[in-house]
């Protein structure tokens, strides 16, 4: 199959790999071994959760992976089409996962194997692996997912959030809270999220929240006296509920002020380390899935 | 041993690698499991598919592949020399597979590990490995070897080019055509060409070549009207044989008109997958020669 | 543990993991397998011994590494801090080897995850694993170490400098020569050198040393003349000892004369190979030391 954006996956495919995630949390699964199993990473931008994550999961799992970080161009050749690289990348894995600069493409891969969207760029861009991972985040809580309050704090429009808005749409929380710059709202998409019971919001909203999600704002995106007002201070984390929790798909620059990051309601690292059972539940759906194919 | 040019290795070890290489692709070997070998991949130039493919293959072998591809000076310090980061890497592998910015140096290897070139530069460059995987490719015709019409086209002192010439010097098809520029040419090399009975033509002659291996020409080597002409497009196309195939060491960047790229006679990805197969049986002969040398 | 210093390791620990290497280097033991060991390799610096040295033990014990060399900022975002690239990075793995810009930091590692200095930068920079592989070699000689008159020659202020320094004074040779220019003296270092007898010297006392441990001077921290007088010439090596070694931590710019390099004393290379095995040895003792923990 090819993970392009999060759609990709249905609800039941979703579940079973955010709860099998889970069993390998609580040590209550053995992790299979796929000792047969190349996994690409074909990292084309900037990555460490993504690319790092994955290539530990593979390796939980006794499998292999293998890493093209560069697709360097010189001074007498421009570089090859994406579609060429991630193709032949395809003929050398079971599985790929791949970075872009760019939109993912439309490629036809090889039959059996698998691609995976690992965060790319453009209008459009996802990244529906951290939204897995952002889900089952969310899904740790004491309450469930439908009692839930979330604030999603930042530029709604990068690629993280785009995956997780996507993905609450069919997992739907109590009530999601954006909070974000007006300068940074796509129309089109406003019309959707108010479809989707999308409430926008000011910073002193997230006080109702359970879950405070720190997207981040690139910088320059906004004049930088607006962008520090969507910052998670101390002052707000003085009035901030004793239970609430604070996650981030990282890398976290400057948008949680440094004297709050201690704060022991900081869950993303915990959300970080988590990632790697997600990862791992995915790659064993997919080599799952490849394995039935040959059965039919 | 070191595999630096093509010519490193004997025709009856050529044909037991691509004999093998057959036999993987076929699934009628069961691949051996090297699983306490270490293939050194020290690649200080741009590569996909050899890097990748390496990699690939030694995992496809149970074995365990590390990897370097910086060498970088900084402020305060120059690189030191090849032969030494060349030699570093050779004692902590077993095998090593290099891609050089520079010619492959003159290095004493430690006693034991193998050294391949995995595409140099410079005036005698080489690419074994990569002429290997194209002869693997002519040899998946239906028609004997010495009954195939090959054309080249491109420049013929790239290393993919002057390794396949050196290999089918050896293992002659019927006809060799190369279409290329005279501002391209050696006159050396043009000599030694003529004794091998190389046909030098123009673009039409491909259309009686069973294979036409597209090179490429580095983009200002010639002026860029008369580069443009070297090119494969849709026209020509529709005048080929429909059981002519083309192939092509890539990246592809322009010498195959876009348009022309879904033709089914594309034959570059498959010879790119393929290449796998022969990656893995050249570390397999590696592999048992030195446990024949070791049984001594 | 964190081995972000030589004086992280005690005395017997440091024993028992050259003994250990002297093990593997004789084929006298059997590395272990662990199987389970994931290895993460940050390398956010230029490496290739430190690198490529880590990847092969781990592989050689069976142990899965993985490896990001890159914590790109881009346009629109500054990096990460350090703290966070790092302790992403222990989420993933048993052992962490970082290669820093900086000095390495404080930070809170995840339980029972290691995490090692495979070289920083700064004031007190340091570069623990080199220093067990320099006393390694010195190890290797056929006189006991508290016979040994050894020469550092060289910046003294570099990372495997430091720490082979420190080092030093915990297993003393018999002398201790440093060769360096007043210009690269620290007045708080020289005054704990004096107090462990360390005696500075001028190019001509390395006549007297079983080993001379070339340090390097980075480009530009003296004139260019000065920098070239501390050059092991052939001259020099004429006047040597048949029995003296020469040493350095590698890479080795200009430090050793070209025609200097091929004399059978420089066992810089064996020093580089031996390397392995001292990194193997201390994975061993780390993961043990894990066992250990696990077992109360």
Same mark, same amino acid.
């Given at each position: 199959?090819?993970?392009?954006?999060?759609?990709?996956?249905?609800?039941?495919d979703i579940l079973w790999i955010l709860g099998q995630a889970e069993n390998y949390r609580l040590g209550a699964t053995v992790p299979p071994k796929f000792t047969?199993?190349?996994?690409?990473?074909?990292?084309?931008?900037?990555?460490?959760?993504?690319?790092?994550?994955?290539?530990?999961?593979?390796?939980?799992?006794?499998?292999?992976?293998?890493?093209?970080?560069?697709?360097?161009?010189?001074?007498?050749?421009?570089?090859?089409?994406?579609?060429?690289?991630?193709?032949?990348?395809?003929?050398?894995?079971?599985?790929?996962?791949?970075?872009?600069?760019?939109?993912?493409?439309?490629?036809?891969?090889?039959?059996?194997?698998?691609?995976?969207?690992?965060?790319?760029?453009?209008?459009?861009?996802?990244?529906?692996?951290? /939204?897995?991972?952002? #889900?089952? %985040? =969310?899904? *740790?809580?004491?309450? +469930?997912?439908?009692? &839930?309050? $979330?604030?999603?704090?930042?530029?709604?429009?990068?690629? /993280?959030?785009?995956? #997780?808005? %996507? =993905?609450? *749409?069919?997992?739907? +929380?109590?009530?999601? &809270?954006? $909070?974000?710059?007006?300068?940074?709202?796509?129309?089109?998409?406003?019309?959707?999220?108010? %479809?989707?019971?999308?409430?926008?919001?000011?910073?002193?909203?997230?006080?109702?929240?359970?879950?405070?999600?720190?997207?981040?704002?690139?910088?320059?995106?906004?004049?930088?006296?607006?962008?520090?007002?969507?910052?998670?201070?101390?002052?707000?984390?003085?009035?901030?509920?004793?239970?609430?929790?604070?996650?981030?798909?990282?890398?976290?620059?400057?948008?949680?002020?440094?004297?709050?990051?201690?704060?022991?309601?900081?869950?993303?690292?915990?959300?970080?380390?988590?990632?790697?059972?997600?990862?791992?539940?995915?790659?064993?759906?997919?080599?799952?899935?490849?394995?039935?194919?040959?059965?039919?």
């Open positions: 199959m090819q993970l392009k954006t999060i759609d990709d996956l249905r609800d039941d047969e199993t190349v996994v690409g990473l074909v990292f084309l931008d900037a990555s460490l959760r993504t690319h790092f994550g994955f290539a530990s999961a593979v390796a939980r799992l006794g499998g292999t992976s293998i890493s093209v970080a560069d697709r360097r161009a010189n001074d007498v050749s421009a570089c090859e089409s994406i579609q060429d690289t991630l193709r032949v990348a395809c003929g050398y894995s079971d599985i790929v996962v791949a970075r872009l600069k760019e939109p993912f493409p439309l490629i036809e891969s090889n039959p059996g194997v698998h691609l995976i969207n690992g965060g790319d760029r453009g209008p459009r861009q996802e990244h529906p692996t951290q /939204a897995l991972i952002d #889900l089952f %985040a =969310l899904r *740790r809580s004491s309450k +469930p997912l439908d009692e &839930l309050v $979330v604030a999603l704090v930042g530029d709604l429009r990068m690629r /993280a959030a785009r995956s #997780l808005l %996507a =993905l609450l *749409r069919r997992f739907p +929380p109590k009530r999601i &809270l954006a $909070v974000t710059s007006s300068a940074l709202m796509d129309a089109a998409e406003c019309a959707a999220d108010s %479809a989707a019971n999308i409430e926008y919001g000011g910073m002193l909203d997230v006080l109702e929240a359970d879950f405070i999600y720190m997207i981040g704002i690139p910088n320059g995106a906004i004049p930088d006296e607006e962008r520090s007002s969507f910052r998670l201070t101390r002052e707000l984390l003085n009035r901030l509920s004793p239970e609430a929790i604070v996650l981030s798909p990282m890398p976290i620059i400057d948008e949680i002020h440094s004297e709050a990051r201690r704060d022991r309601r900081m869950q993303f690292l915990q959300q970080s380390d988590d990632g790697l059972y997600v990862r791992m539940s995915l790659i064993e759906f997919l080599v799952k899935a490849s394995n039935r194919d040959e059965g039919r």
